[in-house]
């Protein structure tokens, strides 16, 4: 009888012990599932955030001023990357072209013309000219981009966009001639977007 009685005891023990496993267990999935329960952001047309932060990168196949292709996946090939959108008439923009070529890695950057038109599509006359301006040789992907400037409705430039793994972490818009604080907003954990300076760029006409 005593030996009924241990047995009942350990094998009762036994399944207390298991239940609070698989109840510790259970809570886990419950949290991880409130986790996934939030907000989550959706790019569509529908719902695109202020300068498409968060959204994927639209598809793009460009050849640069050499005839070397560029599309998201071969500037994504590079890790986190910038894409800088401008044009060859906007003077106010070369401190922020400078700058960036200052403080961001070789195949880390590609140059976007946003203008669309034939008198803008020379991106090779659009290199020297920055080159000759900044008084030293630029060695970046310059792209003849309208179409995909218009997908991300860039408007005002210049526009600098940081990109990883084919999503828009952060933009900023303006001037920016600070090689330092690209620097640190490169590699920042979390970095911020907004606009930069303040810039009088009255697009009307340009278009």
């Known amino acids: 009888m005593k030996k009924k009685i241990t047995y009942l005891l350990t094998l009762l023990f036994s399944l207390s012990s298991l239940s609070g496993c698989i109840g510790s267990e259970m809570e886990m ?12 952001e959706v790019c569509s047309e529908e719902n695109i955030p202020e300068w498409h932060v968060g959204c994927e ?3 793009f196949d460009i050849l640069d001023e050499n005839g070397a292709h560029w599309n998201e996946s071969s500037a994504n090939g590079s890790g986190r990357w910038v894409a800088y959108f401008s044009a060859s008439w906007c ?5 922020t072209i400078d700058a960036l070529d200052q403080s961001i890695l070789p195949n880390h950057l590609l140059v976007f013309n946003k203008q669309a038109g034939n008198d803008s599509s020379n991106m090779t006359e659009w290199q020297l000219m920055i080159e000759d301006e ?4 630029v060695n970046r992907p310059f792209l003849h981009a309208p179409a995909l400037s218009e ?23 303006g001037l920016w001639n600070s ?24 697009m009307s006409g340009m278009e």
């Open 134 to 137: 900044l008084n030293r040789s």
């Open 57 to 59: 990168l639209p598809s």
């Open 29 to 40: 999935v419950d949290d991880s599932m409130d986790m996934m329960d939030g907000p989550i």
């Open 179 to 202: 090689a330092s604080e690209i620097s640190m907003w490169f590699n920042a954990t979390a970095p911020q977007s907004g606009y930069t300076q303040s810039m009088n760029s009255d």
């Open 91 to 95: 003077t106010h923009c070369k401190p």
């Open 151 to 173: 997908n991300l409705t860039v408007t005002s430039i210049p526009h600098v966009l940081l990109i990883e793994n084919n999503t828009i972490l952060s933009a900023r818009i």
